[in-house]
């Protein structure tokens, strides 16, 4: 299955990207939701409730408040999407070969998950409303946090595979031990990063619902509001995608992914439920100089022992 390919406008517009896609967050969205909801000992939204809430958001109208840039209010939730969504054409989504591929397309696609962050944070940043000033600067802020870490826990694979390609570094995974056992500090700063960068809870300071409203998207309503949600469950496939490409064995086919990315999702979940809310500050502090600095050891014991040990681990 690691060979198949689709037509590229097909792979584009319809599966594994586009719609597909769209359907595939919504659906990872509410698993995520039941799945937090259950460990908490809640009942949880039914399965359409994220349909449900895209499509009434749709149709609601876009109220563009006073004082803003109209048109970066209106383009800014579309240029989120967008991001996420052509950062998905170099995954392996759904186990089959990207859309699109070329050397160095890991730093491209990790480039293309900050545009939500930063489209959000313009946003916040857009509007005279102070709730949305300071959830976008706890957004910039807190991107400075994970962002680090999360690049460094995916060039751990990266540097064993001796490849900057997502395609590559899948296959090699696929051929290899799965690096969650070679390389467990980078798996777990990658989950952590991944959290952060989707502000899942703990990491959820800068859209905090009891201190800040909605941080920065308190102003958006309507369809600028439904883009930017549908832009986080699109990035919460894809960040799953990767880490499941990188350090459980790689993705060769549809059950594949679907089984590991699930376990995934299961974890994320659990994790969500264990931790209360980290402060910015907290944030910030902590997981900049921990995360960063667990990264870079394990990058260090890869180059170092490139030469000795890589046969033992990789062979």
Known sequence: MNNISLPPLVALLVFPGGLFLMALGLAYEYIDRKLVARFQNRLGPRWFQPLADLVKLLAKEEIIPDGVHRGLFIILPVIAVAGALTAALYTPLAGFMPAYSFPGDLVV???????????????????????????????????????APFLLALLGPAIAAGSWQISTINLYAENN??????????????????????????????????????????????????????????????????????????????????????????????????????RIDQTVGLWWRAGAILGLVQLAVIIAGSSWLRPLLFK
């Open 177 to 278: 031990r799965w690096m969650i056992f070679t390389q467990p500090v980078g798996f777990i700063v990658a989950i952590i990063g991944l959290m952060g960068k989707l502000e899942l809870p703990p990491f959820d300071a800068p859209e905090a619902e009891t201190e800040i409203v909605a941080g920065a998207l308190t102003e958006y309503s309507g369809r600028g509001y439904a883009l930017f949600r549908l832009g986080k469950d699109i990035e919460l496939v894809i960040g799953l995608t990767l880490v499941s490409a990188f350090y459980l064995g790689g993705l060769a086919n549809p059950l594949e992914f679907l089984l590991k990315t699930l376990a995934l999702l299961l974890v994320v979940a659990a994790l969500q439920s264990l931790f209360a809310r980290l």
């Open 109 to 147: 696609t990790l480039y293309l998950l900050s545009v939500m962050t930063l489209s959000m944070g313009l946003a916040g940043a857009n509007t005279a409303d102070r709730f949305s000033l300071i959830g976008a600067t706890r957004t910039l802020t807190q991107l400075f946090s994970y962002e």
